[in-house]
């Protein structure tokens, strides 16, 4: 049995910052509350914690609330300890059923009538809500995520200061925002003060962010570049702001990622340990996988799980037009399809059935990237059988 069928009342919620608005209707479809709205706060839930009492209590209503961004975590934790039975639902089931109607119309209180009508007719998937131990890893690794993407956007603004004035500067180091790089753009951060330097202090500043690594040739490379620089003339005080304030910023990140890193390592200790053996795993990815996945027995089959990372294949085809490229829908947790694309990568360049997998890939003519995303759906099996089964993986079958 369904269990929308199992109540007789259903109670929508759509969720927001500051108010929420619910709704409740029984099997017909009939109101027993209209859309009412209630405060995110303590006086608000008791409000309609009262009226859910008054339509029969957590017995007989099911409750249904949108998974909109974080606002939805402090409620959902209250209702489920007061008994009640929340099913929380992707806004894209909301805005699918929303079309559903003929009228262009789009307010909060409809929006909760369209929540209580999906939980009402069981048409409805419900999101992954994770215990103790997987919130904690799915908020730590969320933010390292964060973290590695603030850091990429300071790179990209720390380049577009210093290329209008030092365009020569991208050729000396091979990596541009390398220790020895950084180092020398915030003693130097324009051929102006390269040049005032001279090749001692140059040489010594190199030397010592590289240790040992560059030397008086480098220096000289450097120099040289400055001195024949096409760069623009103005601004060299703007510039110079610009670029150490963004190199403070990138070095404090960096502190940042690593006292995160050090935690979820830590973390991994508390994770089941058989996602430390899923092809390219480490602690930090088995640490994300847990924390995106738990409960990973909502989850029927391993076609979910590749769904849920937005991994399966999006397909566009009416009368005889058929879409060439079939590419990924992205309707899933973006964090779990970067945890496993990032495994895949790495099982790639390993030995075992993923590489095998992805080797065949790339013979049948797709390209790098198109290969290691296959092959990341190809390990969301594998990870979700181990995962049900609670077991190691076995790169080879047992002889039974």
């Not at 608005?21 to 509350?33: E, H, K, Q, S, T």
């Not at 706060?41 to 099911?62: H, M, S, T, W």
């Not at 140059?202 to 962010?209: D, F, Y």
């Not at 990815?285 to 909502?298: K, L, S």
């Amino acid at each position: 049995m369904k269990p929308s069928k199992r109540y007789t009342r259903y109670c929508g919620i759509d969720v927001a910052k500051r108010k929420h608005v619910a709704c409740i209707i029984d099997r017909d479809g009939r109101f027993l509350l209209r859309s009412q709205s209630f405060g995110n706060d303590a006086e608000g839930y008791q409000r309609i914690l009262a009226r859910l009492r008054e339509v029969g209590g957590p017995a007989k209503v099911l409750v249904g609330m949108e998974a909109t961004g974080h606002y939805w975590y402090g409620l959902h934790d209250f209702l489920t300890r007061q008994r009640y039975e929340v099913a929380v639902l992707n806004p894209i089931q909301t805005a699918q059923q929303a079309k559903m109607g003929i009228r262009k119309t789009k307010t909060d209180k409809i929006d909760a009538k369209h929540v209580a009508t999906l939980i009402k007719n069981g048409a409805h998937r419900m999101a992954l809500v994770p215990g103790e131990i997987g919130m904690t890893c799915r908020q730590l690794t969320r933010l390292r995520y964060s973290v590695i993407g603030q850091t990429t956007r300071l790179k990209q603004l720390l380049g577009a200061r210093v290329h209008p004035v030092w365009p020569e500067y991208e050729t000396f180091f091979a990596n541009r925002f390398s220790v020895t790089a950084r180092a020398l753009l915030h003693a130097a951060p324009t051929p102006a003060d390269v040049l005032a330097l001279g090749r001692e202090q140059v040489t010594e500043i190199i030397r010592g962010a590289s240790r040992g690594r560059y030397g008086p040739a480098m220096a000289d490379k450097i120099l040289q570049g400055a001195a024949q620089s096409v760069g623009m003339r103005r601004g060299f005080e703007g510039t110079r702001l610009c670029v150490r304030t963004l190199l403070t910023q990138i070095d404090a990140l960096a502190g940042v990622r690593g006292q995160l890193d050090a935690e979820i390592i830590q973390l991994a200790e508390r994770v089941p340990s058989y996602l430390l053996t899923l092809p390219g795993a480490d602690p930090i990815r088995a640490v994300a996988f847990f924390g995106e996945t738990d409960p990973i027995e909502a989850l029927q089959n391993p076609s979910q799980l590749v769904a849920f990372a937005g991994l399966d294949p999006s397909v566009f085809q009416t009368g005889q037009r058929d879409a060439p490229k079939r590419r990924i829908s992205k309707r899933g947790s973006p964090c779990l399809r970067r945890t496993l694309w990032g495994m895949a990568h790495r099982a790639a360049y390993q030995d075992g059935c993923l590489r095998d997998y992805f080797l065949r890939k790339r013979a049948q003519g797709l390209h790098h990237l198109a290969a290691v995303t296959a092959t990341a759906a190809k390990l969301c099996h594998i990870a979700w059988r181990i995962s049900i089964d609670q077991r190691d993986y076995l790169p080879e079958p047992p002889s039974s």
